[in-house]
C-alpha cells in the first residue's frame, strides 16, 4: 500500500511531491470509494434486509437517522484528518495521552470483528451465485483478498476493485429495488413519521455504516494518497459529502427492494445457520436470476468490506510501531485477513446474525472515537495552525456525541442478543 503519512502535523504528503489536479480527483473517488464500500458491506445487506422485515416501512426513519449522524461523523473526522495530516490514532494521543492506544486497539479489535463477518458475508454470496459452502466460500474469498494484497501493485488493484465493483453492487440493487414496486408513498411517509422508533436498530445500522473501522476508511486512504491540508478542504469536503450520499441512497435504495417483497406478503426467514434474508428477497423478487444477481451483489459487497477493513485496521499498526514500513503493512494486512479467515471457520454463530451484532458492536465503539475528535478540535487548535474549525461543526458533533452515547445506552443488551438469533 502507499507509504503512511507521518505524525507530525507539518508532514508533508506521503510522496513528497505537489499533486496535480488529476492525482487528487484520483485520490479522493478512491477515498470515497473505498468509505462506501466499506459502509455498503455484508453486515449492511444484512441489516437492512433483516430489519425491514421486522419493522416494515419504519426502518426508513432508520435509514434517515443513520445518514444524518453519519454526516456530522465524516466530516468532522475527514477535515480534522485532512486538516492536522496525521492518523487518527496521532490526533487522539496528542489531544489527550494514551487515547491514541485506546482508540487503536478498539479499533483493530472492532475491525477484527467486522472482517469475520465479511468473511462470512463472502460465504453467503458464493452460496447464492453458486451454490457453495458458506464456510468454502469464505475461505476461497479470503485468499482471493489476501492475492491481492500480495500483488506488487496492490495499492492500484484496490482503488480499482473497490470503485468497478462498488458500481456493479449499486446497478444490480438498483435493478431488484424496481422489480420488487415496493409502496414508496409509505416509505416516504414514515421517513419522517414512523410507526415505530427503535433505538437498539439505529446504533445497529449506524455502527455498520460509519461505526468502528469505517469511520476512518475514506480519511486513512485520502491521507495515505496525500491529499491534505488547507488547501485541498473543499474537495475534501465535498468527497466526504459524496460518500454519506452514496452510502444513504444504497441504503434506501435495498431497503425499497426488500420492503417491495415484504409488503407482498413474503414472510423472510431470519432465524437458524443457514438464514440468508437478502438472497430470500432478492429470489421473491426475480426468482432464480434474482437469487444469482443477490450472490454477485453480497460477494462484491463482502470482498469490497474484507479489503477496507484490513486495509484500514492495519493503519493502526502504526501506533504501537511507527517504523512500520509498507511492506511490513502489506504484510500485517495479509495476516490480519488470515486471522479473520480462521476465526470464522473456527465461530459457531449463524453468518447472518454475526454480520447484524458487528454492526451494533462496531456503533458502541463509535461515540468514542468521535468524542476525541470533537475535544481535539476545541482543545488543541495547535494542531491544525492557520485553520479554524467550524462552530456549527463542533456544535453538531457534540450533539452527535451525546445522542450516540445514549443510544450505545440503551442499546447494549439488545445488540448483544443479535448472537443468539
Known sequence: MDSAT?????????????QTAAD????????????????????????????????????????????????????NIWRIVAVTRMRASD????????????????????????????IAGSGLGLNALVG????????????????????????????????????????LTLF????????????????????????????????????????????????????????????????????????????????LAVLGVVAGGVTLDLSGQAANPAAQAFYAATGELGLRLFGVVL???????????????????NTFNPRLTERGRAWSTVVFIAVSLAAYLVIGTAPAALLVFVGGFNGLILPIGLTIFIYAAWARPDLMPGYRHPLWLTVLGVLTCALTWWMGYRSIGPIFAFLSM
Do not use: C
Open 91 to 118: 490526533i487522539a494521543n496528542a489531544a489527550i495521552p494514551g487515547a491514541g492506544y485506546v482508540l487503536a486497539v478498539l479499533i483493530i479489535f472492532g475491525g477484527l470483528i467486522f472482517n469475520i463477518g465479511n
Open 6 to 18: 507521518s505524525g507530525r502535523p507539518d508532514a508533508p504528503a506521503p510522496s513528497g511531491l505537489v
Open 299 to 317: 460477494w462484491a459487497a463482502a470482498i469490497t468490506s474484507v479489503i477496507g477493513a484490513a486495509y484500514t485496521s492495519v493503519t493502526f499498526f
Open 176 to 255: 431488484v429495488a424496481f422489480t420488487s414496486a415496493p409502496p414508496v408513498g409509505e416509505a416516504l411517509r414514515q421517513t419522517v413519521w414512523p410507526d415505530e422508533i427503535n433505538f437498539a436498530t439505529i446504533t445497529t445500522i449506524v455502527g455498520g455504516t460509519v461505526g468502528g473501522y469505517i469511520t476512518y476508511a475514506g480519511a486513512h486512504r485520502m491521507l495515505d494518497k496525500g491529499t491534505v491540508g488547507i488547501e485541498n478542504l473543499g474537495p475534501v469536503t465535498r468527497a466526504a459529502l459524496s460518500g454519506i450520499a452514496v452510502t444513504g441512497v444504497m441504503r434506501f435504495v435495498l431497503f
Open 24 to 75: 487528487r480527483r484520483s485520490s479522493l473517488v478512491a477515498a470515497v470509494f473505498l468509505m462506501a464500500t466499506s459502509a455498503i458491506g455484508p453486515g449492511f445487506i444484512t441489516q437492512t434486509a433483516t430489519f425491514t422485515a421486522t419493522m416494515g416501512a419504519a426502518f426508513a426513519f432508520g435509514i434517515l437517522a443513520s445518514v444524518l449522524i453519519d454526516f456530522v461523523v465524516q466530516l
Open 132 to 171: 457453495l459452502d458458506p464456510k468454502i466460500g469464505g475461505a476461497l474469498s479470503a485468499l482471493v483478498a489476501i492475492g491481492i494484497f500480495s500483488s506488487k501493485r496492490a495499492g492500484v488493484a484496490v482503488d480499482r476493485i473497490i470503485v468497478v465493483l462498488g458500481l456493479v453492487m449499486i446497478a
